[in-house]
T-cell receptor
Framework: EPEVTQTPSHQVTQMGQEVILRCVPISNHLYFYWYRQILGQKVEFLVSFYNNEISEKSEIFDDQFSVERPDGSNFTLKIRSTKLEDSAMYFC?????????????FGDGTRLSIL | DAKTTQPNSMESNEEEPVHLPCNHSTISGTDYIHWYRQLPSQGPEYVIHGLTSNVNNRMASLAIAEDRKSSTLILHRATLRDAAVYYCILLNYGGSQGNLIFGKGTKLSVKP
């Protein structure tokens, strides 16, 4: 069964540095999402992306965050200047269409640790 | 999105059925009831969804109350691999881009 893959599985970065988290969604999927989960807390929606532009974003997704689909396969989340509170698991998800019978497929996440 | 309420935790014995409840008293007529689960150290995983009628798939069954104010996810024979956090989420495709709003979910423990 096709999978969403995320790299790296664990990223350690100094505070203030830029970080790029990478995701390869399922190949024929059209909608892409990023979520994050701070340790011990709920999974939180960050942003959705369709047709090469942001569809919706949460309050968390401020100017420090950006997303890009640089080619036909990768979907990236960039954090420009990381803060300690950005430490979390980041999950990428994709969906074929927004139809009611299309579940979101999640990757296993990237653990981001900010030092 | 309408709010859901789930118990914080539940326990089950292996190979016994598990009924995971969810209350959603403010559900609207166009809200779909979705269930996802998150196994330890993994991303969320889709389980099942429905609108009004009960639904079955290879993973679970979903029983929806007649007034749609509550639903129950049924695992027919729990295995150790079913130990996870289960999330009940309402999704209205007309009002959002399909992004999921997760609550705290129910942490299911399965005893051998």
């Amino acid at each position: 069964e096709p999978e969403v893959t995320q790299t790296p599985s664990h990223q350690v970065t100094q505070m203030g540095q830029e970080v790029i988290l990478r995701c390869v969604p399922i190949s024929n999927h059209l909608y892409f999402y990023w979520y994050r989960q701070i340790l011990g807390q709920k999974v939180e929606f960050l942003v959705s992306f369709y047709n090469n532009e942001i569809s919706e974003k949460s309050e968390i997704f401020d100017d420090q965050f950006s997303v890009e689909r640089p080619d036909g396969s990768n979907f990236t989340l960039k954090i420009r200047s990381t803060k300690l509170e950005d430490s979390a698991m980041y999950f990428c998800a994709s969906i074929l269409t927004r139809g009611i019978n299309q579940p979101q497929h999640f990757g296993d996440g990237t653990r981001l640790s900010i030092l | 999105d309408a709010k859901t309420t789930q118990p914080n935790s539940m326990e089950s014995n292996e190979e016994e059925p598990v009924h995971l409840p969810c209350n959603h008293s403010t559900i609207s007529g166009t809200d779909y009831i979705h269930w996802y689960r998150q196994l330890p150290s993994q991303g969320p995983e889709y389980v099942i969804h429905g609108l009004t009628s009960n639904v079955n798939n290879r993973m679970a069954s979903l029983a929806i109350a007649e007034d749609r104010k509550s639903s129950t996810l049924i695992l027919h024979r729990a295995t150790l691999r079913d130990a996870a956090v289960y999330y009940c989420i309402l999704l209205n495709y007309g009002g959002s881009q399909g992004n999921l709003i997760f609550g705290k979910g129910t942490k299911l423990s399965v005893k051998p």
